[in-house]
């Protein structure tokens, strides 16, 4: 029973009318273990989290959530399980401290233990000063603590996190994955999902990418990149008009498709070349007359990943704090 991952899910189908929000998506998460799900907007990582929730329910296929089947027994995987949907649950017109109690109760966890459980969250999430503030009086950061406080009164075993730290500031992002942290230290299986390829790589042991509702590759962030060709090329022209000229040169030199970030003036691509890649690379810029800002051999991002699975860079949300606007260079 303990071997049994703490999340399986065998080809999860999803369709609302023609659109396949998920299509045949298999996930396996071992005990303790953090699996990310990365993906652009309308990638299905909202939709696998509401079938594995049992808020919906699949079209195809079977998961397990603890060892309950989301089919056969919703209620044990509900009993297991703690969800920080993207919407907030919590009650603005309570307290920090009411809301946790409140929800202790509806637990039945009892009255003096329902304030026990609400005082060490509390505490945890670094919200005891503010305990006694309404929760609609509460900064975004602060309001996602406690949603995420909220969803542990009951000590749930599998806790699915949809979007954590969307629309936060940085501090209050590196507050939150703080807290994190000390969940998973804890022991606490989670299931996040995120467009940040930052926090995946810093939260996750696994991380499932996902787009148009396929798993396009898996892995931990290593492997990833490892599927991709280990090193880059990377270009920063000083005028954006030798873009064009930059991308021919590293189309030539370089191992693998091009891409330009038009944003940053630069244009990288995949090489096996090591430092013999940058001298061929520097001269054929020097005979193109080509002025550089900065040249160099870099490890490949995960947005570098998407780009070579996909095609083209995810797409995310204007909001989305270093998002890089690349542009496919074909
Ligand atoms: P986001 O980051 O925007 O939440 P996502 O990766 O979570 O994106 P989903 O919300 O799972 O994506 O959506 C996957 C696809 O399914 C999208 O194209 C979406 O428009 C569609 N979809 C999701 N829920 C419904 C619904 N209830 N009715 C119709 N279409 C839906």
Known sequence: MTD??????????????????????DLDVPRGAVC??????????????????????????????AGHDILR????????????????TVDGLLTGRENLEMIGELHHLGRRPAKARAAELLDQFSLVDAASKLAKEYSGGMRRRLDLAATLVARPEVLFLDEPTTGLDPRARNELWAVLDTLV???????LTTQYL???ERLADDIVVVDHGHVIARGDARELKRQIGGDHLHVVVADPADLEAVTRIMAEV??????VDAAERSVTAPTDGGVAAISALASALVDANVEVDDLGLRQPTLDDVFLTLTGSSPEYDDEVPGALAMEDAR
């Open 4 to 25: 049994q991952p703490a999340i399986e899910a065998i080809g999860l189908v999803k369709r609302y009318g023609e659109q396949r929000a998920l299509d045949g998506v």
């Open 36 to 65: 990310a799900m990365l993906g652009p907007n309308g990638a299905g990582k909202t939709t696998a989290v509401r079938i594995l929730t049992t808020l919906t329910e699949p079209d195809e296929g079977s998961a397990t959530v």
């Open 73 to 88: 027994d919703p209620v044990s995987v509900r009993r297991s399980l703690g969800l920080a949907a993207q919407d907030a």
């Open 185 to 191: 230290g804890q022991g606490t299986t989670v299931l």
């Open 198 to 200: 930052e926090e995946a």
């Open 254 to 259: 370089a191992d693998g498709r091009p891409s």
